[in-house]
């Protein structure tokens, strides 16, 4: 059975940095797209960064040049290093997987499997 597992998130102020994990089992990550979503409170759920088999990365236009996915493939491992950060990049983080073509990496729908979640809090 798939499982996804996410450590890292917590707080800092505007301008912090932050590295989640998300480490995958039951099945070799790189079959799968490897996508990060998102969720503030009373706002739909949505894609941050996502990475395909290839490594190949997509990100939301609003974390470019801030947010930077990558994966371990001999660790089975996702990574978000999250950086300049925002109060408005505050919410709950979560890991995906599933076989989403790149047209669509940002529909949480579309994926399988889910992480727990990590909270992300920026606040000065």
């Not at 450590?7 to 998300?22: D, I, N, T, Y």
């Not at 995958?24 to 894609?47: D, I």
Request: charged share 15%; aromatic share 12%.
């Amino acid at each position: 059975q798939v499982q996804l597992v996410q450590s890292g998130g917590g707080s800092v102020q505007p301008g912090g940095s932050l590295r989640l994990s998300c480490a995958a089992s039951g099945y070799t990550g790189s079959r799968y797209r490897m996508t990060w979503f998102r969720q503030a409170p009373g706002k739909e759920r949505e894609g941050v960064a996502s990475i395909d088999t290839y490594g190949r990365t997509s990100y939301q236009g609003s974390v470019t040049g801030r947010f930077t996915t990558s994966q371990d493939n001999a660790k089975n491992t996702l990574y978000l290093q999250l950086n300049s950060l925002k109060t408005e990049d505050t919410g709950m983080y979560y890991c995906a997987a599933g076989g989403v073509p790149i047209s669509r990496w940002f529909s949480p729908d579309l994926y399988v499997y889910w992480g727990q979640g990590t909270q992300v809090t920026v606040s000065s």
